[in-house]
């Protein structure tokens, strides 16, 4: 069965820091890349950053959307089936429910073409 749990969301104050964390199983992550979106009350779904599967023949890449670049940071650890959003400098327009999610290429994931996701972890960054 397939399963993507992701963890470490919360309260946090403007400008301050919090790490995502995506455990997965059932599959093999290292074949896809990974990645996260992220959902604000009201508003559609966006994707935030994904991290290429070093199986490609480019190997790892990172991408960000322009919204994030800079502050947030991704990675992966397909040893141990998990994947990780590092994110700095928090704003109130940050405060959604961030899901990680798997596709078959980076493109794939930034256009919504993802084959799992998981059910999501709320961010609120408020004072």
Same mark, same amino acid.
């Given at each position: ?8 969301? /919360? ?5 301050? %820091?919090?790490?995502? @964390?995506?455990? =997965?199983?059932?599959? *093999?992550?290292? +074949? $896809? #890349? ?7 009350? /009201? ?5 935030? %950053?994904?991290?290429? @599967?070093?199986? =490609?023949?480019?190997? *790892?890449?990172? +991408? $960000? #959307? ?62």
């Amino acid at each position: 069965q397939v399963q993507l749990v992701e963890s470490g969301g /919360g309260l946090v104050q403007p400008g301050g %820091s919090l790490r995502l @964390s995506c455990a =997965t199983s059932g599959f *093999t992550l290292q +074949y $896809y #890349a990974f990645g996260w979106y992220r959902q604000a009350p /009201g508003k559609e779904r966006e994707w935030v %950053s994904c991290i290429s @599967s070093r199986m =490609t023949n480019s190997g *790892t890449g990172t +991408y $960000y #959307a322009d919204s994030v670049k800079g502050r947030f940071t991704i990675s992966r650890d397909d040893a141990n089936r998990t994947g990780d959003l590092q994110m700095n400098k928090l704003e109130p327009e940050d405060t959604a429910v961030y899901h990680c999610a798997t596709a078959g290429s980076c493109e794939g994931l930034r256009a919504g073409y993802y084959g799992y996701l998981g059910q999501g972890t709320q961010v609120t960054v408020s004072s």
